[in-house]
């Protein structure tokens, strides 16, 4: 079959590779110049089963109040919020609740740990080399953090998942740069997890997915999908290209409800903006030898070759063009508490941070309840394989597989 893909982050790049696979002939329509210049282009790089859950979680509306009053805070609202913020967050209430939190997060687990091996089964069939470290640890700083994390612990026995609960000085034998200076209560360490550069790797997945047929239309912005009875018709700023499919996938990340509108398929999809720091590692010694989460701040700091990167902020509203200096700041702190040591991030640059530093926002496309939608529209021969919010990395082998199963009318590897 003939079909197109909208979008080429980890997720469309992922799913052209499997349906080209499949034997399709596939067609990927980027606005951008290049796979992964936008949400995909410099995440936090965790590819963790065991630390993937829904935003929606018991005890997260009276947490997201009292961040309103922290200058250190994981979650900032920037007022006014739209509209459609206002309603996201109305469904995220609803999500909240501990059943509907329990069932989101085992839908997502049983997904990661599905993707985590396909993106093995690729890694190795492919042969694919890039920046990859083994193992991830979440770091609590108090008592009280741990005591938050029993219900997690629950669920990761419960899903399998190898996972440890260490205390300080266990956990640094792990990492042995993890500052002194910074209390440190206990971990949880995820020996089988890992922190990997996506963007890495879905360039070279590019080039497999090109090798085996797909074709890239790189700076071509689709304006429109029409419905007729012939198939599929994308209205897109290249006269001269390919117009007609037998199917259609979005995957265009946050602007996918936009594209969704006017077919009558509503995807409740917000961006919820986040920040990275990368910088030069210092001192290999001196660096995490992979990723490592403080679970207070929320913030990921990971090795992803010669660079540490730190992550996170989780931003509701705002202006999508403008950094938010207090997020940088906190993932300076956060790094500084932990590694301060570890990378070089001394003298400033002109626009960019500090040193060689890259200071980098992205938008997560985040659906309220946290797993994303990976199927049918509800639109004939349309397609979706987006909202994977904070763990689209981590989804995106899997996703791009149950989605090509789908597509075959195949039994899927899991029900999702
Ligand atoms: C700070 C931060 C840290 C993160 N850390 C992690 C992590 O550690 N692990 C993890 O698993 N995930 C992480 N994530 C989340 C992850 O990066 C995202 O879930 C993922 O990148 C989403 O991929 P995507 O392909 O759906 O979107 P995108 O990468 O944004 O791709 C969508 C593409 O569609 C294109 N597009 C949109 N509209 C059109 C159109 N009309 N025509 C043509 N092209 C179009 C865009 O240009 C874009 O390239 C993090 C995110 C942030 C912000």
């Not at 265009?252 to 030069?280: R, T």
């Amino acid at each position: 079959m003939k079909i197109a893909i909208i979008g080429a982050g980890i997720i469309g790049v992922t799913t052209a590779y499997e349906l080209a696979a499949d034997g399709h002939e596939v067609h990927v329509f980027e606005r951008r110049n290049s796979a992964c210049e936008e949400s995909s282009f410099a995440n936090a790089g965790v590819v963790s089963p065991g630390y993937v859950t829904p935003w929606a979680a018991p005890g997260m509306p009276s947490k997201v109040l009292k961040y309103l009053f922290q200058k250190h805070a994981p979650v900032r609202l920037k007022f006014p919020l739209k509209h459609g913020e206002l309603g996201w967050m109305r469904q995220w209430l609803k999500a909240c609740k501990p059943k509907a939190y329990a069932s989101a997060r085992n839908s997502l687990q049983s997904l990661a740990s599905y993707s985590f091996d396909c993106l093995q089964h690729l890694t190795k069939t492919l042969e694919l080399e890039y920046d990859k470290a083994q193992g991830y640890m979440v770091l609590l700083r108090g008592e009280q953090e741990l005591a938050q994390m029993q219900m997690s612990l629950k669920l990761l026995t419960d899903a399998g998942l190898i996972h440890k609960v260490l205390d300080a000085d266990a956990a640094r034998k792990i990492e042995p740069a993890l500052c002194a200076n910074t209390d440190l209560h206990a971990a949880i360490h995820l020996p089988n997890d890992s922190v990997a550069n996506c963007r890495q790797f879905a360039l070279l997945l590019r080039d497999k997915a090109q090798s085996l047929g797909a074709k890239f239309h790189f700076g071509t912005t689709v304006s429109h999908i029409q419905q007729g009875l012939q198939g599929i018709r994308l209205n897109h700023d290249k006269n001269d290209g390919e117009h007609s499919f037998d199917h259609v996938v979005v995957c265009a990340g946050v602007a996918s409800s936009e594209l969704l509108k006017p077919l009558g398929a509503h995807v409740p999809l917000i961006p919820v903006y986040g920040y990275s720091v990368s910088a030069p590692v210092r001192e290999p010694i001196d660096a995490p030898i992979s990723g490592v989460m403080d679970e207070r701040y929320k913030v990921a700091i990971s090795r992803i070759g010669n660079r540490v990167r730190v992550a996170g902020g989780a931003q509701i509203g705002g202006d999508p063009a403008r950094i938010n200096q207090a997020a940088i700041q906190t993932l300076y702190k956060v790094l500084d508490d932990w590694f301060p040591a570890a990378a070089d991030t001394k003298g400033q640059t002109a626009n960019k941070g500090r040193g060689q530093v890259q200071v980098w926002m992205g938008a997560r496309p985040m659906l309220p309840a946290g797993p994303p939608r990976v199927g049918e529209s509800g639109a004939d021969r349309v397609w979706l394989n987006l909202g994977h919010g904070s763990s689209g990395w981590a989804l995106a082998c899997g996703s791009a597989r149950l989605l090509a199963d789908k597509i075959a009318g195949r039994k899927t590897a899991i029900d999702f």
